[in-house]
């Protein structure tokens, strides 16, 4: 199973941004994708989860209102868009993936497969 993030790359406050996950060698129809980030210094924190078979969503506290997940143009791609970026959300954003559905017990969500990340700058 591979995952790859892209979209990331220096942006100004106040802008958006799509993050994009694709996530290949998948056999199963159910699968969960998550996103992630790691800002400098500072301890992975997710961001929210997508499942595949019903298409549900699940957000970290923390990160209600800014942030939406959605599918993306294939059925193994999902959208992390962000708005109202700010400089706080510089990071590395990490997408990970599992077989079957997320699980919220965990703060990864239970994810088994993780990508390289793709690092968002935002500047004053």
């Known amino acids: 199973v591979q995952v790859v993030e892209s979209g990331g790359g220096l942006v100004q406050a106040g802008e958006s941004l799509r993050l994009s996950c694709e996530v290949s060698?998948?056999?199963?129809?159910?699968?969960?994708l998550g996103w992630f980030r790691q800002s400098p210094g500072k301890e992975r924190e997710a961001i929210g989860c997508?499942?595949?078979?019903?298409?549900?969503?699940h957000y970290s506290d923390s990160m209600q209102g800014r942030f939406t997940i959605s599918n993306g143009a294939t059925r193994n791609t999902v959208i992390l868009q962000i708005n109202r970026l700010k400089p706080e959300d510089t990071a590395v954003y990490y997408c990970?993936?599992?077989?079957?559905?997320?699980?919220?017990?965990?703060?990864?969500?239970?994810?088994?497969?993780w990508g390289r990340g793709t690092r968002v700058t935002v500047s004053e």
């Open positions: 990970a993936a599992k077989v079957g559905d997320y699980n919220t017990d965990y703060d990864d969500y239970g994810m088994d497969f």
């Open positions: 997508y499942g595949s078979n019903d298409g549900s969503t």
């Open positions: 060698g998948v056999t199963y129809d159910d699968f969960a």
